[in-house]
């Protein structure tokens, strides 16, 4: 089947060395520099007025080096300026594990590839979820890693102080193993003993969906954690979705306004009114808005300390229906970015795991460790999936 997964399938670029990695295959999203190859950020309009790269991002080097196959270049929303994966130039990639619903993006096209069998592992961004959402959508193992852990050079940014490298696996391990080689990190010996579970987030999720995935926690029990409510923020994250988005906006107009005012590039529905609302923004506002950005970052950074967790679900609920109106997207999207809101205000890692309704649609939980704890996580995810999956919760391993 044609997944319409890859911008670029044809492009193969052999391993460099040999490691961890011989034999496996990954693709990365098209946004990554890759020697002689043109990235187009999923817009004609882009790939039109740049140049092909002069040297591989510092991250596929690393990979290559390790024994990975590069096999191919995957589809993006546009300018990775939305959560859906529905794009309006190239088609929208078909979700292997619920193909009448959106696959989520903008990383959709790595997620796809990875939950279709046809690589190992992939390469997405993720500035305000785009990594987690389509890892949930489509029921993959996904980890969005402390903010400057791992190298952005050679990425197409969309706002610098969110922009993040991040990848989707079938398995915990993998997940691991590719973050062992990208990130150079001390482990904390110290394990995780509380979970906090942020009381909004929670109540996003209704009906069966909410129930299912609090008896996957109640499995974790084996652990004697200790689980405690908590709020984020005083203020809700409504505020702090609001607050995020306008940090956010500024800096992506700051990065191509200019380039939109000269190419005059034509935008999707949806997008094409995210960067019309970008480019009402003042530069004059971010002073302060980063100074409430690093209160919460210090509240949540003095909550979880080394051993705490903050538990949430990574999306609203199920991957919503395709074609559904602009106007219902846009909704579920707002909803969407309250969860993903937290880590991308403080920077913190977020690492995603996909279980199995019983209605046969996945739906990722999330947990989010204190920032530079990314590997320790990594090991973390790796252990409890086994301990869920003994405890009858379909986790998606395969």
Known sequence: MNWNSFMNEH????????????????????????????????????????????????????????????????????????????????????????????????????????????????????????????????????????????????VIPLAASFDTVGWMTRNPKLLREVGEILIDQEEDLDDFKSFYFEKEAWSFVEGDTKEFLLKAIKTLEVLDTDCVSVNFSDEGLSTCAQLFRTIQGIEIWREHGAWINTVRPSFGPGVAERFAWASTLTVEELGHLNHKREELKRRLSGLLKTNGLLVIPTAPGEAPLLKLPVEDMEQYRTRAMQLTCIAGLTGFPQVTIPLMKKNGIPIGLSFIANQNQDIKLLKFIQRISSILTKGNVQVIMK
């Open 11 to 154: 492009l193969t670029i052999s391993p460099t060395g040999a490691g961890s990695l011989n034999d496996l295959k990954f693709a990365v999203k098209d946004v990554f520099e890759i020697k002689n190859y043109h990235s187009g950020a999923g817009n004609p309009d882009w790939l039109q007025t740049h140049h092909p790269a002069k040297h591989h991002a510092p991250v596929i080097v690393q990979l290559l080096d390790q024994g990975a196959h590069l096999k191919g270049t995957t589809h993006t929303d546009e300018l990775m300026y939305s959560l859906n994966g529905e794009n309006f130039h190239y088609g929208t990639p078909t979700n292997p594990r619920a193909r009448d619903r959106i696959p989520g993006g903008s990383s959709s096209g790595s997620a796809v590839a990875v939950a279709a069998g046809l690589v190992d592992f992939a390469l997405g961004t993720d500035t305000g979820g785009s990594v987690r959402i389509p890892s949930s959508y489509c029921g993959l193992f996904g980890i969005r890693p402390t903010h400057g852990l791992i190298s952005t050079k050679g």
